[in-house]
C-alpha cells in the first residue's frame, strides 16, 4: 500500500509544478545509508526550493515502499539521464546538520578504505539522526460507511480510530492481539474507510525539564509573610515547599521540580497545588542530558623542567611540522602536557579534538580533565544513548565545546574550527573499526582531520606504533620525548618467573607462582592495591572429553566454545551462541570431562579461594556490558574498595591509580606466541604498558612476568625498557618480509556459505589481481578461523611498496576488479570485504 500512496504523492507534486512552469526545476544528489556504489538524485518539488541545502536530511522514498532519510550531498539542474527521478518527499532541517567539510571527511574515507559513501553515513550519524520509517493509519473522514456492515476486527479499528486520530501499525498488532493486520487494513483501505500513509518520525526527542519560578506578587516582602500562615495552617507540606524554595534561590538561579521535590520533602501533588494557586510558575525547557558545570576553566598545576621542555620542543615544531609524536615513558605526564596545549588552543577560539582508545580511558580521564575544563568538554562515545549522542552532536556544531573527548567515532563530528587533535595511546588497535565498513584507523583519519582544517595533530604513547616511529624518524613527522616519570617516580622493578621451573618444584599454587603470591599478599598487607593481568575472559576456553578428546564447538563458527561459570554455559567468543555445559560426553558417552585452560573468571575465582579475605573484581567485556558497570568498578578502585582487579587488555591502557603497587602478568606467552607479524611489537607494547600501571605515585612498583620462555627476547627489552632495540631488530624483519612500514597492506577477506563455491571465488579474484599486480598477490588461503556466523572465509593479501606505487591507481583496480566480479554468476552469494591497512 504505501508503494501506491508514494505514486500518488508523485502524482500531486508533479501536479504542483505544472502550476509554477516559471521556476526552476532543482535535482539533488543525495547519500542513502546503504552500501549502494552511486548516489541517487532526486526532484525537488518547487515549493521546497529554497528549503533544501547541502548537509540537510531529507525523507526519499527508495525501492518500492521504503522510506529513507538521505543526506543532500550536491545541488543541481541536471535530471539524471538513465533513470526518472522522484520527488523528495521532505526537508527536515531548518539548516544542515552535515556540514560540507564533513562531507569532503566522509568521500575521503570512502574512496581510501574502499568503501562507499553510504557505509560512511551510517558509521557517522547518531542513529537517532536516522529516521525510523512508521506506517500510520487514519480514517477516512471525507467518506461515509455503514459500521454494521465492518467485521468485528474492523469494527475494533474504527472504534478506536474514533478515540484517537491517529495509529500505528504497532498499535493494530496490540489492539487485535494478532501480527497479521496487514491484510485486513488492505481490505479497509479498499474499501475507502482508513487512509494509510508511510510516515517518518524522529527519533531524537529533547529531554524536558519543569523549571519554577515564584510569583513576581510574591517578590514583595509583605504579601510573602502574609501567604506563609495561611500555607501553615491548611497545607503544610505546601508550606514546606515554598520554604525549600526560598532557601534555594539563594544559592541557585534555576531550580527544577525536581529539585524541590527532594529538598523540601513535598510530593508532586503539593508543588502542583502550588502552581495551580499560581504562586509558583511553571515552565517546561529542553535540558541537556549531559554534564551541566559551565564553569570558568583555570589550569593551575606546574610543569616539571622535562615537561616544560618538551612543551616548547612540541610549540616549536608545530611550525614546521603538522604532525608530531610525542614518546612518553608511562606515568611521565604526559597528559599534563595536552591540558597545556589545550589551554593555549582554546584561548585562541578554536576546538580540540582528543581521542582515546577506550571508554575505560574515557571515563577514567575525563574527571580529571574537567578540573582544569570544567563544562566547555564534551563527551562522545558508543556508551551514551541515541539522544545524548545528538546533543553532543548538536552542540559541537554550534561551537559550544572547546574540547571534546572521545573513542574513534568522534572524528565524525561537525567541527567548526579544529585546531589541535590530541590522539593519545596512539598504536593502540581500539582506534581499527573492524566490522562494519568503513574498516577505517581513526589515528589515521584524525591525521587527514587535522590537515583539512589546518590544525595539528599530536600523537601519543609509551609505546608508538612502528608506522608512526618510522615516520618521525624519517622525519615526515615532529618528535618530541619524556624520558622520565613524573615527580622522579622510579619506573617498576619487573621480574620474571619460569612457570616450567616452579612447576618443577611445585611452588605453583593454582595459576600463580610462589614469587607473585608473595608479592601479592605484602601488597594487601601495606593495604596497597594489586592488578593481574590475564588476556582471556571466560572461564576455561577449552572442555575436553579425557577419553575420545571431544570439545565442544559452536554451530556457527570454526571455534571451541568458552565456559563461563557465571552462566554455566558455554559460550562463543564469535557469534555469541550458547549451550548448556555437558556433564557427559556427547561422543563416547564419558563422565571424564575437564576443563583446559583459564580466562580472567577463572583468575578470580581462584584467587578468591587462595586469598578469601581479599576484596577481588574482574574487569571485561562480560562484566562492563552495562552503561555504568565500567565506571563503578574504576570509582570503586579509586577509593580502595578493591583489592586486586583482575582483567583482560582494559587494565592495560592508561588507568592511573596511586595505591596500585603490584602488577602480576598471569601468562606472557599467550601475547607471545600469536601467529601474526606484529605478535613481538603487541607483545612488548602491552606488557609495558600495563607494567606502567605500577607505582605510579611516590613509592616504586612491581611488575611479575609469568612465562614458560622467560629468555624470549621481548621480555628482555621490556625489563630494560627498550623501545629502540625492540624497533630496529624488528624493522629488519619487516623490511626483508615486505611488511609496514616499508610496504602497505589490502586485504580483502571473501566469505560464503559453501566452501567448495569459496574456493572458486577467491580462486577467480586472486587470478583476476594477478593481471595486475603479480607477485604482490598472496593467497587466497583461510584464515585462523575458517569460519564465522555459517560464511565459511578465505583471504587474499595484496602488498604494495611505499615508494613507486601509485597506492591510488592500485585501488581504483581493486574496485573494478571487485566490481566486474560481482558481475559474474560466480559471485552468487559472496560477500567481499576490503580492509586498508589492516592491523
Known amino acids: 500500500m504505501p508503494l501506491l500512496l508514494s505514486e500518488t ?31 541517487y538524485t532526486y526532484r525537488v518539488p518547487f515549493q521546497m526550493n529554497d528549503a533544501v541545502a547541502i548537509g540537510k536530511r531529507i525523507v526519499v522514498q527508495f525501492g518500492k515502499s521504503k522510506l529513507y532519510t538521505a543526506i543532500i550531498l550536491s545541488i543541481g539542474n541536471q535530471a539524471p539521464e538513465k533513470y526518472e527521478a522522484k520527488y523528495l518527499l521532505d526537508v527536515l532541517d531548518d539548516r544542515p546538520v552535515v556540514t560540507e567539510r564533513q562531507l569532503q ?9 574502499l568503501c562507499n559513501l553510504g557505509e560512511v553515513m551510517n558509521a557517522a550519524l547518531p542513529s537517532a539522526l536516522k529516521l525510523a520509517s512508521e506506517t500510520k493509519i487514519e480514517l477516512n473522514k471525507g467518506f461515509e460507511f455503514d459500521k454494521s456492515l465492518l467485521h468485528d476486527k474492523e469494527y475494533l479499528i474504527v472504534d478506536a480510530l474514533e478515540i484517537q486520530p491517529e495509529l500505528t501499525v504497532g498499535d493494530i498488532v496490540k489492539l487485535l492481539g494478532q501480527k497479521t493486520v496487514m ?46 500562615p495561611i500555607l501553615e495552617k491548611r497545607a503544610p507540606k505546601q508550606a514546606d515547599a515554598l520554604l525549600a524554595f526560598i532557601k534555594l534561590a539563594r544559592t541557585q538561579k534555576n531550580i527544577s521540580k525536581n529539585e524541590l521535590i527532594e529538598e523540601s520533602g513535598a510530593g508532586d501533588a503539593s508543588i502542583k497545588s502550588l502552581i495551580e494557586k499560581e504562586i509558583f510558575i511553571a515552565e517546561e525547557r529542553n535540558v541537556s542530558r549531559l554534564y551541566l558545570d559551565d564553569d570558568e576553566f583555570s589550569v593551575d598545576f606546574q610543569l616539571s623542567e622535562q615537561q616544560q621542555n618538551t612543551l616548547t620542543d612540541i610549540k616549536e615544531q608545530f611550525n614546521s611540522k603538522d604532525v608530531i609524536l610525542l614518546h612518553g615513558v608511562t606515568s611521565s605526564g604526559k597528559t599534563q602536557v595536552y591540558i597545556r596545549l589545550i589551554e593555549d588552543v582554546i584561548n585562541s577560539g578554536k576546538q580540540v579534538l582528543y581521542l582515546l582508545p577506550e571508554i575505560a580511558l574515557t571515563t577514567h580521564i575525563i574527571e580529571r580533565l574537567r578540573q582544569y575544563f570544567g563544562g566547555n568538554i564534551g563527551v562522545y562515545h558508543s556508551r551514551f544513548n541515541d539522544n545524548e549522542r545528538v ?42 573499526q573492524f566490522d562494519p565498513a568503513p574498516r577505517y584507523n581513526a589515528r589515521d583519519a584524525a591525521i587527514y582531520l587535522g590537515a583539512m582544517y589546518q590544525g595539528k595533530v599530536l600523537l601519543g604513547s609509551a609505546t608508538p606504533s612502528f608506522e608512526s616511529y618510522y615516520n618521525a624518524r624519517t622525519n615526515k613527522y615532529g618528535f618530541a620525548e619524556l ?55 571466560g572461564y576455561a576456553p577449552l572442555l575436553m572429553c579425557k577419553i575420545c578428546a571431544y570439545t565442544p564447538k559452536c ?22 551462541y550458547k549451550e548448556d555445559a555437558p556433564s557427559i560426553c556427547p561422543a563416547c558417552g564419558s563422565t571424564h570431562l575437564e576443563y583446559k585452560g583459564f580466562g580472567t573468571e577463572k583468575v578470580e575465582d581462584e584467587l578468591s579461594m587462595l586469598l578469601p579475605e581479599a576484596r577481588i573484581t574482574r574487569m571485561d567485556m562480560d562484566t562492563t556490558r552495562s552503561r555504568n558497570s565500567l565506571q563503578n568498578i574504576l570509582n570503586d578502585l579509586e577509593e580502595k574498595k578493591i583489592d586486586i582487579l583482575v582483567g583482560t587488555q582494559m587494565v592495560a591502557k592508561g588507568l592511573d591509580f596511586a595505591d596500585v603497587t603490584v602488577i602480576g602478568v598471569i601468562n606472557a606467552d599467550s601475547l607471545l606466541k600469536y601467529p601474526d607479524y606484529r605478535a613481538n611489537e603487541r607483545s612488548f607494547q602491552m606488557l609495558a604498558q600495563v607494567s606502567g600501571r605500577a607505582g605510579r605515585r611516590g613509592k616504586q612498583g612491581k611488575v611479575v612476568i609469568q612465562t614458560y620462555d622467560p629468555n624470549h627476547r621481548v621480555i ?41 563455491i569459496l574456493n572458486n571465488q577467491a580462486e577467480y579474484l586472486a587470478n583476476e589481481f594477478r593481471k595486475n599486480f603479480g607477485d604482490r598477490v598472496i593467497g587466497p588461503e583461510f584464515p585462523l578461523v575458517v569460519r564465522i556466523r555459517n560464511y565459511y572465509i578465505k583471504s587474499i593479501m595484496l602488498k604494495f611498496e611505499r615508494d613507486g606505487v601509485s597506492i591510488n591507481r592500485a585501488k581504483a583496480i581493486i574496485r573494478d576488479t571487485i566490481t566486474q566480479f560481482q558481475t559474474t554468476k560466480l559471485s552468487k552469494g559472496s560477500i567481499v570485504q576490503p580492509d586498508v591497512d589492516p592491523i
Open 555 to 576: 554451530i556457527n563458527c570454526d571455534v571451541s566454545l568458552t565456559y563461563h561459570k557465571s552462566s554455566g554455559r558455554l559460550h562463543c567468543h564469535y557469534c555469541g
Open 391 to 432: 546533543e553532543v552532536w548538536q552542540k559541537v556544531l554550534n561551537h559550544e565545546y572547546k574540547v571534546v573527548l572521545g573513542a574513534r567515532s568522534s572524528v565524525f563530528l561537525p567541527f567548526a574550527d579544529l585546531g589541535l587533535i590530541i590522539v593519545d595511546e596512539e598504536h593502540e588497535t581500539s582506534y581499527k
Open 9 to 39: 504523492n508523485n502524482i500531486m507534486l508533479e501536479f504542483a509544478d505544472i502550476q509554477h512552469t516559471d521556476r526552476e526545476t532543482l535535482f539533488v544528489e543525495v547519500i542513502l545509508p546503504l552500501a549502494i556504489a552511486k548516489n
Open 483 to 537: 624520558t622520565e616519570r613524573f615527580g622522579g617516580v622510579e619506573l617498576p622493578l619487573t621480574e620474571v618467573v619460569s612457570i616450567t621451573e616452579e612447576t618443577k618444584k611445585k611452588t605453583m599454587q593454582s595459576h600463580f607462582t610462589s614469587v607473585l603470591m608473595e608479592d601479592i599478599k605484602k601488597a594487601l598487607a601495606n593495604k596497597e592495591q594489586v592488578i593481574l593481568f590475564q588476556n582471556r575472559r
Open 105 to 113: 571527511f566522509w568521500a575521503w574515507l570512502a574512496d581510501y578504505y
Open 183 to 228: 491484510p485486513i487494513l488492505k481490505s479497509m483501505f479498499e474499501k475507502n474507510i482508513i487512509n494509510i500513509s508511510e510516515e517518518v518520525s524522529e527519533r531524537y526527542k529533547p529531554r524536558k525539564k519543569t523549571f519554577l519560578t515564584l510569583n513576581p506578587i510574591y517578590h514583595n516582602q509583605d504579601n510573602l509573610k502574609e501567604l506563609f
Open 716 to 756: 628482555k627489552q621490556v625489563i630494560e625498557n627498550d623501545y629502540k632495540d625492540l624497533y630496529l631488530t624488528e624493522m629488519e624483519e619487516r623490511r626483508s618480509f615486505k611488511y609496514p612500514p616499508f610496504y602497505r597492506i589490502i586485504n580483502l577477506d571473501i566469505k560464503h556459505k559453501t566452501p567448495e
